[in-house]
């Protein structure tokens, strides 16, 4: 399994991808991405099974990488670990074809039951 990992912050891709460790995904290859643009030429040459991005990110946000997504019928499956989560950022995000979204502070519990039945 390929888990691309999309957020304008070093440390916080790190921290996302001890975490998803810790969910039980150690045999994961994981391809990191500072933004939306990065994302999608990883995307395009190395065809991950899931994109975890960040919402907010220079150049490209996640909503943006998303919407990109969709606009070339890509079959990445797709969710957001963000700082903030509103009632209304989740609505758009599951409207974009999301299958989560996970705001910080986050655990390796959470990010479990997000991925369950992925890979």
């Known amino acids: 399994m390929k888990i ?3 957020d ?3 440390a916080m891709r790190m921290i996302v991808k001890r975490t998803v460790r810790k969910a039980g995904f150690n045999d994961a290859e994981y391809l990191e991405a ?3 643009i990065e994302a999608l030429k990883t995307i395009e040459t190395s065809k991950p099974d899931i994109v975890l991005s960040d919402w907010n990110m220079p150049e490209m946000g996640g909503m943006e990488l998303l919407l990109e997504l969709n606009k070339l019928n890509a079959t990445v499956k797709f969710g957001f670990v963000t ?3 509103s009632l209304d950022m ?5 409207e974009a074809g999301a299958l989560f979204l996970i705001a910080k502070p986050f655990n390796a519990e959470t990010l479990k ?3 369950k039945g992925i890979g």
């Open 4 to 6: 691309l990992i999309v």
């Open 8 to 10: 304008d912050s070093k």
């Open 34 to 36: 500072e933004n939306g």
């Open 83 to 85: 700082s903030e989560g």
């Open 90 to 94: 989740r609505q758009k995000a599951e």
């Open 113 to 115: 039951d997000a991925l």
